[in-house]
């Protein structure tokens, strides 16, 4: 496995810390920023014993009834929704498409290169080659469903795992922001009573989607769903709807404890039937890579959610796999970025066979790239990076040229041609159809990349 240092897991341990609402957090080295959204009041959902759970976070007063409700009125819009995904840890772009034909390339990565021809060429720029384990995203790139940023970053990059990725979440260089660049999103386009319009998929409040005022939500387990011990299958649906026809009868009964039982039956097995699609019995129209990973079903769930009507606007999720490569980087990179890539395949696949393709676009990103020069056996934290942008209606075209490695930084890393608040700009602009000076500070300041056909 490669090897992290230390300040990617201590901030792995402060994430932790801030998604237990209220708890409060560990000590925090000076000048690293609280994750936004630290101390938002949440409200958890028990769906399954052990497993499955749903909190809502920022809606204190939201009770199941106007959880069920709120999704209910919500569903039916056929909005845009976007799907952020992150890799974890500041992602080596220099691998997944490499300057093989640069000699500073060669020079500056003596073991750790790939060898010229092992890896389909860069569409756009012949001297750049995918990594073989990306043929999934050059397949998508050559069919024009897939958009590249090769050096997307920000002026004077924080080279701090949790400061750049804080950067990122909240979109802005500000490291006192508590709200993230899709929760203000969400103030702006969301409702007071549908927690799906934002939805973390990792078990915890992604920053990025922390709001100021609307209920976001995140889904903890691999499955969402009630559960009985030693009961299943038609036995098991039995039950559940003889429970939902209690519930419902005690509603009426006059006894004001029996009607609340009554109620929160009837609403959780509802709710049970809302979100059947998140469970285990998914059967997606495509393959997804087999895995002994939570990350293809995840993915293979939220395409079933969409097809189900669920109202859901901004998604969060982490990718497989931990990109912090100091040490060993060819040992776990390829594998990482292969399940990563061959699963989004899939859920692009699936949401086209779906008819929901249109809906939805795919945010792939890293807090960082890594410095061009080896170390050892991996690769230092570095600036610039590379970002991916898939679905149906993006150009699938080079967003900013690749700027070589002949005129690095001060730093001796690779520069940006792209920054990510341009891009976000772009998203809430031309996807969502949002000002994005309501969202991004200094917004009229960033150049808007034309990601749309």
């Not at 093989?100 to 073991?111: K, S």
Request: charged content about 20%.
């Amino acid at each position: 496995m490669a090897c992290h240092c230390n300040e990617f897991s201590r901030a792995h341990l402060l994430r932790s810390a801030a998604a237990e609402a209220g708890r409060g957090l560990p000590s925090i080295e000076p000048g690293m920023p609280l994750p936004a959204g630290t101390g938002l009041n949440r409200r958890s959902f028990m769906l399954r014993a052990g497993l499955g759970m749903m909190s809502v976070y920022g809606a204190s007063k939201l009770g199941l009834g106007d959880l069920q409700g709120g999704i209910a009125k919500a569903q039916g819009t056929q909005a845009p929704i976007l799907v952020t995904v992150f890799m974890d840890g500041g992602m080596d772009s220099l691998s997944v498409l490499a300057p093989v034909e640069d000699a500073d390339y060669r020079r500056l990565r003596p073991d750790l290169r790939l060898a010229q021809g092992i890896g389909p060429s860069f569409l756009e720029d012949q001297s750049l080659m995918w990594h073989p384990r990306a043929t999934a995203f050059n397949l998508l790139h050559r069919a024009g469903k897939l958009s590249v940023l090769p050096a997307i970053g920000y002026d004077s990059p924080d080279q701090s795992h949790f400061t750049s990725r804080h950067f990122w979440e909240v979109g802005e260089l500000d490291a006192n922001e508590r709200t993230g660049w899709m929760g203000r999103l969400i103030d702006i386009i969301g409702t007071d009573d549908n927690p799906l319009q934002g939805l973390s998929l990792d078990g915890w409040l992604s920053p990025s989607l922390a709001t100021s005022s609307k209920p976001v939500a995140a889904i903890d387990g691999s499955s969402y769903d009630l559960w009985a011990p030693g009961v299943w299958s038609e036995v098991e649906s039995l039950m559940f709807d003889s429970v939902q026809e209690i519930g419902r009868a005690s509603v009426g009964t006059g006894d004001a404890g029996m009607a609340t039982a009554g109620r929160i039956a009837d609403q959780s097995v509802t709710l049970r039937e809302q979100l059947a699609p998140f469970g285990d019995e998914i059967l997606p129209p495509v393959p997804y890579p087999e895995a002994d990973h939570w990350f293809p079903q995840n993915m293979s769930a939220l395409a079933a959610m969409i097809a189900a009507d669920m109202p859901i606007r901004c998604v969060s999720v982490s990718a497989p796999g931990g990109y912090d490569t100091h040490d060993n980087q060819e040992d776990s990179f390829g594998d990482d970025i292969g399940l990563t890539f061959d699963t989004l395949a899939a859920f692009q696949a699936d949401l086209e066979l779906r008819g929901l393709a249109g809906r939805v676009l795919t945010l792939v990103y890293s807090e960082f790239g890594r410095r061009p020069e080896q170390n050892a056996t991996g690769t230092d934290h570095g600036a610039a990076g590379a970002a991916f942008l898939m679905g149906s209606r993006v150009r699938g075209e080079m967003v900013g040229e690749f700027p070589g490695l002949a005129n690095l930084d001060d730093d001796d890393n690779l520069r940006h041609t792209s920054d990510f608040r341009g891009l976000y700009c772009s998203l809430l602009e031309q996807w969502f159809d949002v000002d994005a000076g309501a969202v991004i500070p200094g917004a009229s300041s960033f150049a808007r990349p034309q990601l749309l056909s």
